[in-house]
């Protein structure tokens, strides 16, 4: 379950590694589906899930996978659903170091917010959001340079090893995985329209961060200048 580009670059390393047997895809919305070149050419089933109803629960369950695997997708899995499958089976792929910045947008957020260090942290779902028990986590550091191109690029080639090391992990017999149960800020979804800059202060540092934050391929920084909006790309 994912978002195109996350799953395009994981499957650059994943179609060549036979431990691994994909036996279908299901995207965020349906104008994704079939734009990947190297998932047409090995025939994986594609498709799109608007509502979590009995028909898609019997339509996942055929599969009969041992895991399924989610990476930026952009829906929640209700409990029904969670609750038809066994335990450790269902796996959230986050683009933070849980328990901080859970919800969406969260590369965008951590630029905005400064941050230094980062991260991808694996973890078991269940009905809250990005809660489930953490099974294991990457960091990286955040550089001054990095922007939100840079940083998708830091987070999404470290996929594939993630989920190497997370099955590996599971697999392990008495193995304490962490709680990620503590209540901290969930982060709602960047939109169009919300790129003005509109701080409670106005710093060289918080408006560098912004603008590193929207770039490429995001909607850009835009600043209001005499009630006119200026993009910023640089």
């Known amino acids: 379950f994912g978002k195109r580009e996350w799953i395009s670059v ?4 994943l179609i060549y590694d036979k431990k691994f047997n994909i036996s279908f895809i299901c995207f965020n919305n349906k104008n994704e589906i079939n734009k990947i070149e190297m998932i047409n050419n090995l025939n994986i089933p594609q498709f799109t899930i608007i509502e979590f109803d009995k028909k898609n629960l019997k339509k996942i369950k ?3 996978c041992d895991y399924l ?3 930026s997708y952009l829906k929640k899995f209700p409990i029904q659903f969670i609750n038809n499958f066994k335990n450790n089976s269902l796996i959230n792929i986050h683009s933070s170091l849980l328990p ?5 947008s969260i590369l965008n957020w951590q630029l905005i917010n400064g941050e230094k260090v980062s991260g991808l942290t694996s973890h078991f ?3 809250k959001i990005d809660s489930g028990k953490i099974i294991y986590q990457i960091k990286y550091l955040i550089s001054i340079n990095d922007d939100y191109l840079s940083l998708f690029i830091k987070s999404s080639s470290s996929v ?4 190497k090391l997370t099955l590996k992990t599971i697999e392990k017999k008495k193995f304490s995985f962490k709680n990620n149960s503590k209540i901290t800020k969930c982060y709602r979804k960047r939109i169009y329209g919300d790129e003005i800059f509109v701080p409670n202060k106005i710093t060289f540092s918080n408006l560098y961060n912004f603008i590193r934050a929207l770039k490429y391929p995001g909607p850009f920084a835009t600043i209001l200048i005499k009630r006119r909006k200026y993009r910023i790309y640089s």
């Open 10 to 13: 994981l499957f650059e390393k």
């Open 62 to 64: 055929q599969f009969n």
């Open 69 to 71: 695997i989610s990476v």
């Open 100 to 104: 901080k910045y859970k919800g969406r």
């Open 125 to 127: 779902i269940n009905e």
């Open 160 to 163: 594939y090893k993630l989920l």
